[in-house]
């Protein structure tokens, strides 16, 4: 029971922090407002309509009795209540309307009628609230005669109610105008630290980032600064470190191939170069693989366009790539396309056809590359993400190549806030699919 109702208020409330917070400011004052309201109609408003109503039918009623018992003054009578109650008294001989007066949902009618019905009786009154602006018309049945009066409204109603009802809920609008301004200023700067975290997780330089608002949101953020900048250094110094060691092991491995190059042993040199090309081979596929987060900055990615640059790398009719128009999101092209390249070089080394289909949904973008080459197998999807991991069976990453393809493939993926997914392929080999946020 408990269970479903904490997950229908988890429904119902708003997901943002902004709007939480404003329910928790605004929501003490809005109760605390109705309740003035009701307590102030229900014991204050109504009852002191009834007894200002009550008193005035009293007054109707004694001025109709005076009437009847002396209609010689009527004068006298008239102008007596005219100057001193500010009513316009009137005897006619004619019938009340037929047609009622009344407004069914008026708090004002409701208590007239309530009073006239039980000083005068059914059909022997009838009123108008509407018909002058300041004053109500009341007629009440006399004998023969119907008695006319018109009273102005303060006399039936009380005048300060709409002052009341003014000065209750304008401090109460201006109290929640001053928390949205308060509120927006305080949710500012964690909306500002989740951007940058967000850029940040998709391999995107966070450049002028400065610690705001409240003590505790401050510190977060500059604690997420003091990351950030670690972070970087430490790329920058494994590129740094990195770009050392290839300029040191090139220079001995350039020397080994002049020497190998001037032996008479050629089939010594030839199985000895053989081994030497596999080290520089070695040594770029993992500069590659480090390499691949801290050097391009993100642009904007029109992937259709980026497409057609890695379509025209190749000089084949068995790469398929289905129509892609309005795709743009922000990304490394650079860092993108090798990651499409080995994927596709990787294809058409084990298998003959390629085909890469794009499905758009509301945040993201999914990318399906289908061969048709041997596949690889289920229990083997995870190991073959992990650098120098190879495949002896069925299908090796590269003959040449030291297990790096799909390893630098996940990591660019990760880098730019998506995943990556192996499967079974509608062309009976692999399915590589990525997908990535936009």
């Not at 009802?165 to 109290?175: D, I, N, R």
């Not at 740094?240 to 290839?246: A, P, V």
């Not at 229990?379 to 992990?386: A, G, I, R, T």
Request: hydrophobic letters at 40%; charged letters at 25%.
């Amino acid at each position: 029971m408990f269970s479903g109702l904490n997950r229908f208020i988890k429904f119902v409330l708003p997901k943002r922090l902004f709007y939480r917070a404003l329910i928790i400011v605004a929501a003490p004052t809005i109760i605390l407002q109705v309740i003035i309201t009701i307590v102030f109609y229900d014991s204050i408003w109504i009852k002191a309509n009834k007894n200002i109503t009550r008193s005035l039918v009293a007054q109707l009623k004694t001025i109709e009795e005076m009437y009847q018992n002396d209609k010689k003054n009527l004068d006298f009578f008239t102008d007596s209540y005219k100057n001193n109650f500010n009513f316009e008294i009137g005897i006619v001989r004619e019938k009340l309307p037929e047609i009622s007066g009344e407004r069914r949902f008026s708090p004002m009618d409701r208590s007239l009628r309530r009073e006239l019905k039980s000083t005068f009786g059914n059909n022997n009154y009838w009123f108008s609230t509407s018909k002058f602006k300041n004053a109500v018309d009341i007629k009440i049945k006399s004998q023969n005669e119907v008695i006319e009066f018109l009273v102005p409204k303060e006399m039936v109603s009380a005048s300060s109610v709409r002052l009341f009802v003014l000065w209750t809920t304008l401090p109460s609008l201006v109290l929640v105008l001053i928390a949205l301004i308060f509120l927006k200023n305080q949710t500012r700067p964690l909306v500002r630290l989740a951007k940058a975290a967000e850029k940040f997780g998709k391999g995107e330089y966070v450049n002028n980032f400065r610690p705001s608002g409240a003590q505790e949101i401050r510190k977060a953020a500059y604690e997420f600064d003091r990351m950030v900048k670690r972070i970087n250094r430490h790329l920058n110094q494994r590129s740094e470190m990195l770009s050392g060691i290839s300029h040191d092991l090139r220079t001995p491995l350039t020397r080994l191939k002049l020497q190998l190059a001037m032996l008479k042993e050629k089939e010594v040199s030839k199985n000895m170069s053989k081994d030497i090309d596999e080290m520089e081979s070695m040594l770029n596929n993992y500069l590659q693989f480090a390499k691949t987060q801290a050097t391009e900055s993100t642009s904007d990615i029109n992937l259709k366009k980026l497409f057609d640059q890695v379509r025209n790398g190749y000089e084949t009719k068995n790469l398929q790539i289905t129509q892609i128009e309005g795709v743009h999101f922000k990304g490394r092209p650079l860092a993108l396309k090798r990651c499409f390249e080995n994927i596709i070089q990787n294809a058409l080394t084990y298998g003959e056809n390629v085909l890469i289909e794009v499905e758009k949904s509301t945040n993201r973008i999914a990318i399906i590359f289908h061969d048709d080459g041997p596949g690889i197998p289920e229990d083997q999807y995870k190991n073959v993400f992990k650098p120098f991991f190879r495949l002896d069976k069925s299908r090796s990453l590269n003959q040449s190549g030291v297990g790096l393809g799909l390893a630098i493939v996940e990591d660019i993926i990760n880098s730019h806030g998506g995943n990556i997914q192996l499967g079974k392929s509608k062309l009976n080999g692999l399915q590589v699919k990525i997908s990535l946020p936009f």
